[in-house]
């Protein structure tokens, strides 16, 4: 599991613990993958995000601990 960062264009950034992401339908989709299952655990329109990205990609900011 790792921490993804998603910058809306509100400038805010949501943190988001998964195994996978994929984009479809206009969407950003992020997984968890158990026993061979994906399972939404987050989604977000891509009209409303700057960037996303791993904690590194962030210059400012840092995800929550746990």
Same mark, same amino acid.
């Given at each position: 599991?790792?921490?993804?960062? @998603? *910058?809306?264009?509100?400038? *805010? %950034?949501?943190?988001?613990?998964?195994?996978?992401?994929?984009? &479809?339908?206009?969407?950003?989709?992020?997984?968890? @993958? /158990?026993?061979?299952? &994906?399972?939404? @655990?987050?989604?977000?329109?891509?009209? !409303? %995000? /700057? !960037?996303?990205? @791993? #904690?590194?990609?962030?210059?400012?900011?840092? #995800? #929550?601990?746990?």
């Amino acid at each position: 599991m790792e921490s993804f960062g @998603v *910058k809306l264009t509100s400038g *805010k %950034i949501m943190w988001v613990a998964a195994d996978e992401a994929d984009c &479809r339908d206009g969407a950003l989709i992020f997984y968890r @993958v /158990n026993d061979g299952q &994906r399972v939404v @655990v987050a989604g977000f329109s891509l009209a !409303h %995000i /700057n !960037h996303f990205g @791993v #904690p590194s990609a962030f210059s400012q900011a840092t #995800p #929550p601990e746990g």
